[in-house]
């Protein structure tokens, strides 16, 4: 117990100052750090986040083969774009650093952009709505539009606390078949070609689940939406000329929110 509390001093070292990180980076390595912030603060401000707990990674804009993570131990509304630590595909950190990344944030960066070029951003977070949803024998359920926006592109494992290789392994196998994967009595993984499409996915997955646990609560029969035009549907919005199913209609109205509400984020 002595050596747990002890050790890791270095958690609790601020972040490099925010002018000489940004004299060093290049173009789309300080943008990509700017919208990934935006997105830890967002989670925090709709309530998703879990304390330091969980994980946001984005992939470098102008270098695909570097990833942008977090040091472990920092709360998420007070994330800033020089806060994050640079990792290369092998999970090591390319700038010197002396702040601790969680060996489990290093996993994901590697397993899930390696096996998904298509995807630059992700979130994995532990909101009780979703969790208690991954807890049910039915899981999610089409007892709303929100779910009946995502269904199609959910999949689901088991989770597994050690992370080894048989894990790491069937971890690539199913999210590389989907945008958001569920674990069970654990959270989620939502994937995005941005940090607006991964943000909106996960708003709307926790507002899915909130519905549907909310109409169970009442002990009334359940009435799920048919699913026999699901395709149908689902392709209709994908193809709406009228708005965008991927956070681009909001996108900008969210940084107006946190400039009121929780400035900083781009520094």
């Known amino acids: 117990m002595e050596e747990i509390l002890t050790r890791r001093p270095e958690v609790f070292l601020p972040a490099p100052a925010n002018g000489s990180l940004k004299d060093v980076c290049s173009p789309g390595e300080w943008e990509t750090r700017v919208e990934l912030a935006a997105v830890f603060r967002l989670v925090n401000m709709y309530g998703l986040d879990d304390m330091a ?36 595909a092998n999970g090591d950190v390319v700038r010197e ?39 049910i024998e039915s899981r999610l359920q089409p007892y709303s539009q929100a779910a009946i926006y995502l269904m199609p592109l959910v999949d689901y494992i088991e989770y597994d606390f050690l992370e080894d290789e048989v894990y790491g392994k069937e971890f690539c196998d199913t999210i590389s078949q989907c945008q958001l994967m569920l674990a069970g009595h654990h959270g989620y993984y939502v994937l995005g070609r941005t940090g607006a499409e991964a943000f909106f996915r996960t708003y709307y997955l926790a507002q899915a689940c909130r519905v549907q646990l909310a109409a169970m609560a009442t002990g009334d029969r359940m009435r799920p939406i048919d699913l026999s035009f699901l395709d149908d549907t689902h392709t209709d919005m994908y193809d709406s000329e009228n708005y965008n199913y991927d956070g681009a209609t909001e996108w900008l109205g969210w940084l107006r929110k946190l400039q009121r509400e929780n400035p900083g984020w781009d520094e």
Do not use: M
């Open 53 to 88: 707990n969980g994980a946001i990674c984005a992939r470098v804009k102008d270098n695909p083969d570097h990833y942008l993570l977090h040091p472990y131990g920092i709360f998420w509304d007070e994330v800033k774009a020089s806060d994050f630590i640079l990792i290369d």
């Open 97 to 135: 650093e002396d702040r601790f990344i969680g060996l489990g944030v290093i996993n994901l960066c590697k397993w899930i952009f390696e096996t998904r070029p298509d995807v630059n951003f992700f979130i994995h977070g532990h909101a009780e709505e979703v969790q208690a949803v991954t807890a």
